[in-house]
């Protein structure tokens, strides 16, 4: 069944754009590197959390780390009944970190998103008064601090902005990520899923200690 299912993601490779599509994604995301990229620069943007982000990136890196490490106990060889469309690292298929470190990513910075995005709320049942406009004291708090009317029209918008893109962009993405594996024909349904699940589980668990981060 997984090998009729690989053949039939390999097919689309045959499309020129898709291919291309499907190797430049795979290029992108080898080592985590996308995805780390994408941490440093939350980082360097999101001053005020650069310690969270900091956070979301190790976790990713360990998380990749973690496959490679199973791949060497697992010794998984990759598919041989099909034409692989790109070079790859490594000769051992199970799990994906390609796929650990888009899961990863994509939990551990959609953390940061969904902290970010509440910033603007206010408590339920509140209403801001004249001159008062909500601001983060922590993680995903808030509080009514006395501000001008130019000061609350931007003092949150680039942040929650930025959070919301996040939040949308990221899922994709790493969905996108994975299935790239399978239409450049170098991992097996099963690899794909296994990684997800790994890097996915890794971010769902260090997401108490990513929030921390933004206290530092």
């Known amino acids: 069944m997984e090998r009729r299912i690989l053949s039939a993601f390999r097919a689309y490779g045959a499309d020129p754009r898709v291919g291309a599509a499907a190797r430049a994604l795979s290029w992108a995301g080898e080592h985590g ?5 994408a941490g440093l620069a939350g980082a360097a943007v999101d001053g005020a959390r650069r310690g969270a982000w900091l956070r ?3 976790l990713t ?4 780390a973690v496959s490679m490490g199973v791949k ?5 060889p990759r598919p041989a009944h099909v034409e692989p469309l790109v070079r790859t690292a490594g000769r051992y ?6 796929a650990t470190s888009a899961a990863a990513a994509a939990v551990a910075f959609g953390t940061l998103g969904a902290c970010a995005v509440g910033r603007g709320r206010l408590p339920a049942g509140t209403r801001p008064g004249r ?3 909500p601001v983060t004291y922590g993680a995903c708090a808030t509080d009514l601090t006395p501000v001008s009317h130019a000061a609350r029209a931007t003092c949150l918008t680039p942040v929650t902005h930025a959070a919301r893109a996040t939040r949308l962009l990221l899922p994709p993405l790493a969905v996108a990520m994975c299935l790239s594996r399978l239409v450049v024909g170098v991992h097996y349904p099963s690899d794909v899923a296994a990684g997800a699940a790994l890097g996915a589980l890794t971010a769902r668990f260090g997401a108490r200690w990513i929030r921390r981060g933004a206290h530092d």
Request: proline share 4%; net charge positive.
């Open 93 to 98: 298929s199970f799990p994906s970190s390609h």
């Open 72 to 76: 060497r106990v697992v010794r998984r």
């Open 61 to 64: 890196a360990g998380a990749h």
């Open 131 to 133: 001159g008062l406009t």
């Open 56 to 58: 979301g990136t190790a």
């Open 33 to 37: 590197a996308l995805w780390l990229a």
